[in-house]
């Protein structure tokens, strides 16, 4: 304590001259540390430190920015969308980047940033080649993207077109996942309807229920129009008018044994076919109307379609006293008008002897005009009957029977008698 107070009444007192407070010094640094060897420093050899002057270093060379390393990128790409940016959250890369006027530059973390030669990378700017990532890198820029890599793999093009292509497979799933949709609600509604017309056709309130399910068919209708067809039928608000062949002989074996009255009880409660329809589905040929004079040909077609089916009978039963047989029909009147053959195509109802003054062969609108000015002129006439008689003249050593021409199609003239 003493020392202490001792040093601090030195400092009060009158400022000293330059030996006193080297002195003064000196006592303060045994005081403070008595074992210490002070060094004493005699006034001639004190230094001013204001009187030197420190050297400045050289700048006779300049220094340049290190270049760092640029990454090429191939056509139609550019850093923006390309390079991975998001790689450099996930894993420690080695670099950093930069990119001006579209050119992205790579600089190593340990670059030296100056050079003292101009336009030339440092050695670990130069070595970045050589990473195993930036190979990678380069690797994937050139030849894309494997789609199964992680999305830190892609750039923000690469992402963009992931995206646009995980839309347009969504969007195709979920419209497949909508037709397979509609497609089975169909087929479920198609077998709905099947198993109706099943239960419709095996309910046995419909008759010939194959010939109306086959007229459905010829008029194409569908499934749901089957059975709104088989349900009218059941209701009786519809009959098949459509008889298959067997029916028709069915029919007109009823028609011909029982008669008339037989076969409208079948066509009422049976459904079978009218008599009106039997006899237009008769079996028997119909006889050739001539338009004039009868010819051998238009004779021998209609008596085969006459005697067809008992002439061989009716050859073998003749004997040779008989010579001949005559069959006869009475006359028939015809009204006094014109009628057209469709199976001829020809005038019907003329007079036999003068029908071949005109023409009775209709062809066009000026045949039948010409046809009706020779009725007005008196050049031909109607008939008003036609005599049908059969001459029927079989020998024992003919081969074939002789017929006479006017057996057939005679239709006289008024103006010549009766012969």
Not at 4 to 28: F, G, H, N, V, Y
Not at 189 to 209: F, N
Not at 373 to 380: I, Q, T
């Amino acid at each position: 304590m003493i020392r202490w107070l001792t040093i601090w009444a030195s400092i009060e007192t009158a400022p000293a001259s330059k030996e006193q407070q080297e002195e003064q010094r000196l006592d303060r640094a045994r005081t403070t540390t008595p074992n210490a060897k002070v060094a004493t420093i005699s006034p001639k050899e004190i230094i001013d430190i204001d009187s030197f002057k420190i050297p400045s270093k050289r700048t006779d060379q300049p220094l340049s920015k290190c270049q760092g390393y640029i990454l090429a990128f191939p056509p139609g790409k550019t850093p923006y969308s390309a390079y991975p940016f998001a790689l450099h959250d996930s894993r420690s890369l080695p670099w950093d980047f930069e990119v001006n006027n579209g050119v992205m530059t790579l600089f190593s973390r340990t670059c030296s940033h100056t050079l003292p030669s101009p336009n030339t990378a440092c050695r670990s700017c130069a070595s970045l080649p050589k990473n195993k990532s930036l190979e990678g890198i380069i690797t994937r820029l050139e030849n894309g993207v494997h789609l199964k890599l992680p999305f830190i793999y892609h750039g923000v093009g690469g992402l963009i077109e992931v995206l646009h292509r995980k839309g347009e497979q969504n969007q195709f799933l979920r419209l497949r996942g909508l037709n397979q949709a509609r497609s089975l609600l169909g087929k479920a509604t198609a077998l709905s309807d099947y198993k109706r017309l099943v239960l419709a056709i095996a309910s046995g309130k419909v008759s010939r229920v194959s010939q109306v399910v086959n007229i459905a068919l010829e008029q194409r209708k569908g499934v749901n129009g089957i059975i709104s067809t088989l349900q009218d039928a059941a209701k009786g608000f519809y009959h098949p008018r459509s008889y298959t062949e067997e029916e028709d002989m069915w029919g007109l074996l009823t028609w011909r044994l029982a008669g008339n009255r037989v076969a409208h009880i079948n066509h009422r409660s049976g459904h079978g076919p009218s008599v009106t329809y039997l006899r237009g589905r008769s079996i028997m040929a119909p006889i050739i109307p001539s338009p004039g004079k009868p010819n051998e040909t238009e004779v021998m077609k209609n008596f085969n379609s006459t005697f067809e089916s008992i002439l061989d009978l009716f050859v073998t039963s003749s004997s040779a006293r008989v010579r001949h047989i005559v069959l006869m029909f009475d006359e028939l009147a015809l009204e006094k008008r014109l009628r057209w053959d469709p199976k001829t195509n020809h005038f019907l109802g003329l007079c036999r002897q003068h029908a071949h003054k005109t023409s009775i062969e209709f062809i066009n609108e000026g045949d039948l005009e010409e046809v009706f000015r020779a009725l007005d002129e008196g050049d031909v006439h109607y008939a008003p009957e036609v005599r049908r008689s059969w001459d029927l003249l079989p020998f024992a050593s003919a081969s074939r029977p002789l017929i006479d021409e006017s057996i057939l199609g005679n239709n006289r003239c008024p103006r010549y008698p009766l012969q």
